[in-house]
């Protein structure tokens, strides 16, 4: 039987869920060809046969042996007569078109059965179109492993692919990191590592997974970052880094992660919030890579851990509120330059201090920790604000064959709580000259969205997709 390792029961006890839009003609050929791919990804990791089991006092967590079948994992059903994909294209498939009965496949919302499914999909036919949703049990996999079995469908859904190429049983095997760290030769650190923290009253929220509420002050935004304008701002920082004679550089994701932390904190601040201090955003950081030997790429179970990153409260929120513009070009003096520099250098730093020997210290901590331990959380404290990127996930680019075509959009519904940006998988440009680049979603009180949308970086780099 499949196990999860010490890592995997660190999860939010949720689910790791999207939908994905696809245009479409010939739907009844593809229900049945995903079927019949979904029956090979099972055939490929049966665990998701297997339900999470959680234990009456909620400290203990494992897999169920299998008790399901391929027809408790696939639910379709018929919107053609109330959704147009051509519509909610035109609109940029806002998150409110995602809202029908049954288009969230069942037991993936609270309050949760327990077990609780590993898996569950579910088809939608539209007019034009369906909408494919997607849920994986977050203490089974996170977002890469994610769009790894997200990959081995779209394999097994092409013409002729009885087996999926590249895939390999170490993708499953969890064996991987828990033999590594929990043999008796191996000494555990002797305080708390970096990476980890005692849980608190705010993790306990974080781990429960969203509480389902309906508000009238909650609005759901997505927003476009071109991938042209995030070169060039990270062109132009990596220049002034340089003629600092400093030898480090920074990503076009960490430029984003600076902007949208300013905006956040400009978002949220008012007359009496303090502008003064710090603060200090989470993130999660994937280690496949940087273990010796790494995991593979596509290992299945969770493999990242969170960092944090800490600017002064008065940069980040003079960032968000200031610059010039004029016409289409934007002019950022060498003040903002400077700033903007430092906030996403700290955020490399951050990134970069998640090296093989942090994140042994930690999986070996957490498999020394005793049954009486105080409850573990990842990451260092921080003040509340998580940025999490699924840009790497990869879904445009799969190719699920002829029948069933390639994905349109990647889409959460509108969400039932306040929720800081999420970047949904990168959109590559395409051949008709569609740019490429990074949508973001969030969702805020009403008052707080118009606030984002009005701070400079949203402003001035950002193009508002939809709002639900």
């Known amino acids: 039987m499949a196990t999860l390792s010490p890592l995997d029961k660190l999860m939010p006890r949720g689910y790791v869920r999207q939908m994905f839009c696809f245009p479409s003609t010939h739907a009844a050929d593809t229900i049945n060809t995903l079927r019949m791919g979904l029956k090979g990804v099972v055939n490929d990791v049966p665990y998701l046969l297997s339900g999470v089991l959680i234990s009456e006092d909620g400290k203990h967590i494992y897999l ?36 029908a009965p049954g288009i969230i496949p069942p037991h993936t919302q609270p309050p949760f059965p327990n077990p609780a499914p590993v898996f569950r999909a579910s088809v939608s036919l539209v007019k034009g179109g369906f909408i494919l949703c997607v849920a994986v049990h977050h203490c089974t996999t996170d977002i890469t492993g994610f769009g790894a079995l997200l990959k081995i469908w779209a394999s097994r859904c092409r013409t002729g692919a009885s087996v999926v190429a590249g895939f390999d049983q170490s993708w499953l095997d969890r064996g991987a990191l828990i033999e590594r760290h929990s043999t008796l030769d191996v000494t555990a650190p002797p305080s708390m590592p970096r990476l980890l923290h005692v849980r608190g009253p705010d993790d306990y929220a974080r781990l429960a997974g969203p509480t389902s509420f309906s508000s009238n002050d909650l609005r759901t935004g997505i927003y476009f970052f071109s991938q042209t304008k995030l070169q060039a701002f990270k062109h132009v920082v990596n220049e002034h880094i340089a003629s600092q004679g400093n030898a480090g550089w920074v990503s076009s994701g960490d430029i984003l992660t600076a902007l949208l932390w300013s905006a956040i904190l400009v978002a949220e601040s008012n007359t009496t919030t303090a502008q003064e201090g710090t603060n200090t955003i989470g993130f999660p950081v994937n280690f496949r890579s940087r273990l010796s030997p790494p995991l593979p790429s596509d290992y299945l179970g969770a493999a990242f851990v969170m960092a944090a990153a800490t600017a002064s409260r008065t940069d980040l929120i003079s960032l968000g509120t200031g610059a010039a513009s004029s016409g289409d070009h934007v002019l950022l003096d060498s003040t903002s330059i400077s700033k903007l520099a430092q906030i996403a ?86 051949s008709n000259g569609d740019e490429g680049g990074l949508e973001v979603i969030v969702s805020f009180d009403r008052q707080v969205l118009f606030k984002f949308e009005q701070s400079w970086p949203i402003k001035q780099f950002a193009t508002p997709r939809c709002r639900s």
């Open 64 to 99: 169920s042996s299998p008790y399901q079948t391929l027809e408790d994992l696939y639910y379709e059903q018929d919107l053609s007569d109330t959704l147009d994909y051509a519509v909610i294209e035109a609109q940029n498939f806002p998150p409110s078109a995602f809202t």
């Open 345 to 430: 250098s700290t955020i490399r730093a951050s990134l970069r201090s998640v090296d093989e020997q942090s994140v042994r210290d930690t999986l070996t901590y957490l498999y020394a920790a005793s049954s009486n331990h105080p409850p573990i959380t990842l990451g260092p404290r921080h003040d509340g604000i998580s940025i999490v990127s699924w840009a790497d996930q990869g879904v445009y680019e799969l190719d699920w064959g002829d029948t069933v075509g390639r994905c349109g959009a990647v889409r959460l519904p509108k969400l039932a709580n306040k929720r800081y940006p999420i970047v949904l998988p990168r959109i590559p440009s395409s």
